[in-house]
């Protein structure tokens, strides 16, 4: 009766414009419940959380990631829709948004046909040059935007411990490329902690990156980044480092 008369609609709405976390708590709870019991509207209830993925609440869009996650294995088949929408929660300044982006991420990668559009997508949030120069907000998107390649390191690098069987395949959608280049941001420490971690990890799992990154670099900063915790790798790196780090993104195998 409540899918009937629009109230799959009427619930998300509820969950998305409420403020009041309790209300959105029984909402998200109402619309787990409603795509479990009726599979007649499944894809409704599916439409409707990866929608509020893209919610100015964010504790809508942190219960959406979760529901999304308890219910794709009985939806099967990944829509491409959530991938945009999905990747976005990696700006968010809440850390339990971006944990619940990541965990969703790792199990929608079981999808071979969604595969190539999310690691592409992750890999392209490691570029953070195409903000800055906007006006009107600037500042705020330079901020979120050094927030998103922070976490896209993070995930890659959970994905390559996750699904070793993937690190080629984000081999070949330019990762080395834009994992040293993200290596470079002086300007965020953080985005160079988890970069490293990420090609540390990369180049443990392919010794064709390994070589790779060698040839790129050069031996000296190789073994920096090689031996390096990446926890220390802001101060570890030098000026001439960065320098090479940038000039590494225009390198052609």
């Known amino acids: 009766m409540i899918c009937e008369s629009y109230g799959i609609k009427v619930v998300a709405e509820c969950l998305g414009r409420s403020q009041l976390s309790e209300t959105q708590e029984c909402a998200q709870h109402l619309l787990h419940e409603l795509s479990m019991a009726n599979p007649r509207y499944q894809t409704q209830v599916y439409k409707a959380l990866i929608a509020l993925l893209a919610s100015s609440s964010s504790e809508?869009?942190?219960?959406s990631a979760y529901t999304l996650r308890l219910i794709?294995?009985?939806?099967?088949?990944v829509?491409?829709?959530?991938?945009?929408?999905?990747?976005?929660?990696?700006?968010?300044?809440?850390?339990?948004i971006q944990r619940e982006a990541g965990l969703l991420i790792n199990d929608l990668l079981e999808d071979e046909d969604i595969q190539q559009p999310l690691l592409m997508g992750l890999v392209n949030l490691l570029k953070v040059e195409d903000v800055?120069?906007?006006?009107?907000?600037?500042?705020?998107?330079?901020?979120?935007?050094q927030v998103q390649q922070e976490s896209s390191a993070k995930i890659i690098k959970e994905i390559i411990e996750r699904h070793p069987h993937l690190a080629q395949k984000l081999v070949e959608v330019n990762v080395v490329h834009q994992l040293l280049y993200?290596?470079?941001?002086?300007?965020?420490?953080?985005?160079?902690?988890?970069?490293?971690?990420?090609?540390?990890?990369?180049?443990?799992?392919l010794i064709s990156v390994r070589e790779l990154v060698q040839v790129m670099i050069g031996d000296t900063l190789f073994e920096k980044i090689i031996k390096s915790s990446p926890?220390?790798?802001?101060?570890?790196?030098?000026?001439?480092?960065?320098?090479?780090?940038?000039?590494s993104r225009n390198f052609k195998e």
Do not use: F, W
């Open 79 to 96: 829509s491409i829709s959530i991938v945009d929408p999905l990747l976005m929660l990696l700006r968010s300044l809440h850390l339990d």
């Open 132 to 145: 800055t120069s906007k006006g009107g907000g600037a500042g705020r998107s330079i901020v979120t935007a």
């Open 182 to 205: 993200a290596l470079s941001n002086t300007s965020y420490s953080n985005s160079q902690r988890q970069s490293c971690a990420a090609l540390q990890a990369l180049m443990n799992e």
């Open 60 to 63: 809508a869009q942190r219960l």
């Open 231 to 247: 926890d220390a790798i802001p101060e570890v790196l030098s000026l001439d480092d960065v320098d090479i780090l940038l000039a």
């Open 72 to 77: 794709q294995p009985s939806i099967g088949d």
